[in-house]
């Protein structure tokens, strides 16, 4: 099915670990984004690619990379997992100048 | 420094209620404003956007109300229903900067 895909959907680590979360496209949408979603603090943009190859930091991108090798994928990469990031993690992509699409979501836990 | 206030953080309603949430910005150079609806375990959907040049737009029992002048916007639901129960998020779009900031949310649940 057409649509925007992540994965894990669940994912449990201990602190210091690297984890990646990822998140796969199959409309071709030019724009792409990582938010981390926290009680009281809705919504906040992480990274975001412009194209492949092009990728800018968001409000909170402090201990996270991304990449975009290929248009349909952006994968998010925590070097070293804090606790501080537990939290929700969506992936969005962008139909025109408007419309975001967004992923079902990763629940990441870090211990 | 907050782009994008939303107000209230929760609200509970009547079913055939009327809901309202509000945001207020400060940035100028805004172009674009929806509003996604999220369930939960689900990621955040567009429901309804405005343009600022627009001071209403309403879709179904829906409804955007824009005033640019005063930096506000705000969402109306008319006759709430329980599968209305959901959290929404205002956002605000710069087209030059190409992302969007978002409220912090308002998690609404409508009693049947």
């Known amino acids: 099915d057409a649509g925007i895909t992540q994965s894990p959907r669940y994912k449990i680590t201990e602190t210091g670990r690297q984890v990646t979360l990822m998140c796969h496209q199959t409309?071709?949408?030019?724009?792409m984004f990582w938010y981390r979603q926290d009680l009281g603090h809705g919504l906040r943009l992480i990274y975001y690619?412009?194209?492949?190859?092009?990728?800018d930091k968001g409000e909170v991108p402090d201990g996270y990379v991304v990449s975009r090798s290929k248009t349909e994928n952006f994968p998010l990469t925590l070097e070293s997992a804090t606790r501080s990031q537990t939290s929700v993690y969506f992936c969005?992509?962008?139909?025109?100048?408007?419309?975001?699409?967004f992923g079902s979501g990763t629940q990441l836990s870090v211990l | 420094q907050q782009q994008v206030k939303q107000s209230p953080q929760s609200l509970i309603v009547q079913k055939g209620g009327i809901s309202i949430i509000n945001c207020a910005y400060e940035?100028?150079?805004?172009?674009?404003f929806p509003w996604y609806q999220q369930f939960p375990g689900k990621g955040p959907a567009l429901l309804i956007a405005?343009?600022?040049?627009?001071s209403e737009k309403k879709e179904g029992r829906f409804t955007i109300s824009f005033n640019k002048s005063a930096k506000q916007f705000s969402l109306h639901i008319m006759d709430s229903q329980p599968g209305d129960s959901a959290t929404y998020f205002c956002?605000?779009?710069?087209?030059?900067?190409?992302?969007?900031?978002f409220g912090d949310g308002t998690t609404l649940t409508v009693k049947p």
């Open positions: 969005a992509s962008r139909q025109g100048n408007e419309k975001l699409f």
């Open positions: 409309w071709s949408h030019s724009y």
């Open positions: 690619s412009a194209a492949a190859d092009i990728t």
């Open positions: 940035n100028t150079a805004f172009d674009y």
């Open positions: 405005i343009r600022p040049d627009v």
């Open positions: 956002a605000a779009f710069q087209y030059n900067a190409g992302k969007s900031t």
